[in-house]
């Protein structure tokens, strides 16, 4: 009967939190996957991306990473990050939201990257 009292149906909350970690650790499995493939490299750009699914009710989030030798454009609800091997550094450029704010967070400014239509 204690044990019935101990185990409960976990929260909103907490089916969130574990939902935000397992994407997260993807991301970081992707990350390092790419890292790996490209260590022979002295510089190259990681552009990230999440596509998403509805589903009977559920919302799937996947993120999707691609390595590039050369810088590519800003694109729309994206990211990109920069890989120095030879410095052993990886720095995120920019963060583009989907609000069309341009986030570059290396100089900690945000522009807006496209005008509002309505005016």
């Known amino acids: 009967m204690l044990s019935e009292a101990m185990t409960r149906e976990p929260s909103i909350g907490d089916i969130h939190l ?4 397992r ?6 499995n992707l990350m390092e996957k790419i890292m790996k493939e490209n260590s022979h490299k002295k510089i190259y ?3 990230g991306t999440a596509k998403c699914k509805r589903k ?5 989030i996947r993120p999707y990473l691609k390595a590039f030798d050369t810088q590519p454009d800003v694109q729309k609800e994206s990211y990109l990050y920069v890989v ?7 720095d995120l ?13 290396c100089i900690g400014k945000s522009i807006s990257a496209a005008g509002d239509p309505a005016q």
Do not use: C, E, F, Y
Request: aromatic residues 6%; hydrophobic residues 35%; positive net charge.
């Open 18 to 21: 574990a939902a935000r970690q």
């Open 56 to 60: 009977n009710g559920k919302t799937t």
């Open 93 to 105: 450029l920019w963060v583009m939201h989907p609000n069309n704010k341009l986030a570059m967070p």
């Open 23 to 28: 994407l997260s650790d993807r991301h970081q």
């Open 84 to 90: 120095d091997n030879t410095k052993g550094t990886k």
């Open 45 to 47: 750009w990681i552009l």
